[in-house]
């Protein structure tokens, strides 16, 4: 018997599941919210037991992946460490490098601290997660599952940009994709709602959490995604300003005087989004409460829905319709007024949700009976993805 624990550390959030395998039971779960923020939420969900939440004030991803494992132990799911026999960590960015997971070595971890250019905001801080790991349980395999793995077969046209063919093909210059995970989990999971078999389907998916970002699937593969070279373009997401002319960068070094550009890229990154807007914060619960009452909030607001209603408006024309539109990640997950705003822009496309469906928040179907375009709500499930990579690699 393997137990096997799948670490998924995102901008904001660590999640974490320990699976017993072959079986794919889940021993325990959990998440921490609003990583580095005031208020950090630790839940942890573990046998048939409810699940225990607590708050913490600004836990970074190595405190939150520390309290995981005292609680672990606290909580009795494992009575030492040394039950773990394999840990598989999220990692945003393979580049050209890595196609599929692999086990990690300290080539592979050099190779991924190497590959930051592509996920600054990521890569670093899952290498530093992967150290971390290896110097806690050094004697069990460490894994590595790529985010952008779902995107490496994107059709040439909607891979690459419109630059200079040679620099595309010198310095492999492309649309690399993340949120793959979560995007490969709908899509099998949209496929078994729906009936059909997966090389059947075709998709706009809508990743929506603190990072965003939508794909079209056409017969089950990646078609299109709004994440570009780096998680930065696409919507605007919680602290990432999404798409933008790059002439900003130059004429905002200028006007601020500054003369490293990466300094100006750290405000696209960490200061921009709906934090940058709003002005409030990066967490759609708390610009969401002041929507009615604070106009910034609300133009927050009406640019994230506006975003999204684009991209998956021009994903609905490029796959000429789609069987359905799924929504997903936390604000996707957990957010029904939100759902309708952005279904109300879709509403030339014959998309309607039904009021009860989407209010009740199940996974499956939402959408009206009579709407041209299913919508299904489906609780993305990355670990789960993950293990099953690590499960087919360890064979
Ligand atoms: N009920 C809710 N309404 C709106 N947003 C929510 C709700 N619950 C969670 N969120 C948002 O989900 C985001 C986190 O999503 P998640 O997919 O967990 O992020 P990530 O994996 O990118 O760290 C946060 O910005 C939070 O505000
Ligand atoms: C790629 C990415 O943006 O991930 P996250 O949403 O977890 O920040
Ligand atoms: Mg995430």
Redesign the pocket.
Known sequence: MQKTLIINA????L?WQLFEMPAETVLASGMV?RISMPGSIFTIKYGDHQKFETTVDNLDQGQAAKMMLTELQRLAVIQSLSEITAVAHRVVAGGETFKHAVEVTPTVLAEIKGLSDFAPLHNPMEAQGIETMAQTLPNVKQYAVFDSQFFTDLPEMNAIYSLPYELTQKYHIRRYGEHGISHGYLTGRAAELLNKPKSDVDLVTLHL???ASLAAVKNGKAFDTSMGFTPLTGVTM?TRAGDLDPAVLPFLMKELKISDPNEIMMMFNNDSGLLGVSGIS????EI?AQEQTNPRAKLAIDIFVNRIAKYAGSYLTELHGADAVIFA???GE??AE?RQQIITELQVFGVKLDAKLNAAGHEGVISAADSAIKVLLIPTNEELAMVRQVAALQQ
């Open positions: 995102g901008s904001s959030s999640k919210e959490g603190s990072g919680g990066p967490d759609m619960r969401k990640g936390g604000i957990h957010n939100l």
